[in-house]
């Protein structure tokens, strides 16, 4: 089997999840997203109205009211209200997939829209930029962790222990302590945010408010989990060590660092790969209390802040965006992970 026959394979079976996990979310969401489509409708109606009012000075009052209805009746129909159940499925599910997810009850973008696509659209890439970041970082240096480990057992048991105790502590609780230390003791760094207020106007000195207020957030995930990724590397590279074709290297008389960065990593690095895929796949959707506690905008945060307001079409929309970023983050580490493993080529 190619590399094409390989990747058209994963485009069907990462379909073939994205569909079945959408069906599962829609049949346990029904109700309460006919509820918010039918606010949606109405609330596209009412400011279908008011610009109609505002504007179409020539129409009376009996021509205004068909025409409210009949954009009513438009937007029903493309909701697929009026269907039956199964063309409603069809009709809704077409819609979710083009991140027509209805309006927000309360929450606005920065640009004033209340499209709930356009919302997710603005707080997603603020997550991005600092969970992906992040786990990159952990995932680079835990990986030289863990092979610098390998070759110490003093290190080896020191990353273990390490492991142990960064893995146990919560994000959240790291995060208060650096910031009473960091933020109010010793002022390095600031509390929260994404910016300093106002945010500066010039792109380059905006970049770099951006880069510092992250940077105390980055600290706080990157020592939660650099430990833990450390030592996945080091058990992976430790067990390597112990096969055949590495003894017969010794033999040979072949340096220990050239066995180690040719030989073993190369025969690591589809389960170091596999791993990192998992973590940088789980980072797309951040964390709600990191986000919280930082105050920074991501998608953590507009969950909270749509928890708190009940803003329903938002919720729904969180929860379907992040199922889709996280199968897409998987498919492209199955890409990636189809490069790095040969066997792949030949379907083993």
Same mark, same amino acid.
């Given at each position: ?141 835990? &990986? ?122 190369? &025969? ?5 790969? &596999? ?13 709600? &209390? ?59």
């Amino acid at each position: 089997m190619g590399y094409g026959t390989y990747v058209a394979k994963k485009v069907l079976i990462y379909f073939s999840v994205l569909i079945a996990t959408l069906t599962i979310l829609y049949i346990f969401t029904f109700p309460v997203l006919q509820e918010v489509i039918a606010k949606s409708i109405n609330f596209q109606v009412s400011q279908f109205a008011q610009s109609l009012l505002k504007n179409s000075h020539n129409l009376n009052t009996t021509q205004v009211q068909l025409s409210i209805e009949k954009y009513r009746e438009t937007l029903i129909a493309a909701y697929g209200l009026n269907e039956p159940i199964i063309n409603k499925y069809f009709i809704q599910m077409y819609n979710l997939l083009r991140f027509d997810f209805g309006t927000a009850y309360f929450i606005q973008a920065p640009s004033g829209s209340r499209e709930v696509s356009a919302i997710i659209a603005y707080y997603l890439p603020n997550t991005i930029l600092l969970f992906t970041t992040a786990t990159i970082i952990f995932i680079l240096i835990g &990986t030289i962790i863990g092979l610098l480990s390998a070759k110490s057992r003093f290190w080896e048991k020191v990353i273990a222990i390490i492991a142990v105790i960064h893995s146990s502590i919560p994000t959240w609780w790291l995060g208060f302590v650096l910031i009473a230390a960091l933020a109010y003791a010793v002022r390095i760094f600031p509390s929260g945010g994404m910016t300093s207020v106002p945010p500066p106007k010039n792109p380059f000195d905006y970049g770099l408010s951006v880069l510092y207020h992250m940077s105390l957030p980055l600290i706080t995930i990157f020592i939660v989990n650099v430990g833990g990724f450390a030592y996945i590397v080091r058990s992976l590279v430790s067990s390597i060590m112990k096969e055949d074709f590495v003894i017969t290297a010794k033999a040979r008389g072949l340096p220990d660092s050239r066995i180690l960065y040719r030989h073993v990593l190369r &025969t690591a690095s589809p389960s170091i790969a &596999t791993q990192a895929i998992l973590a940088i796949a789980g980072s797309l959707g951040g964390s709600l &209390t990191t986000e919280v506690v930082f105050e920074w905008p991501g998608v953590g945060l507009l969950t909270y802040i749509a928890i708190t307001l009940n803003d329903l079409p938002v919720i729904l929309g969180v929860t379907y965006v992040l199922t889709i970023v996280l199968l897409i983050g998987l498919f492209l580490g199955e890409l990636i992970y189809g490069i790095l493993d040969p066997r792949i080529k030949v379907g083993e």
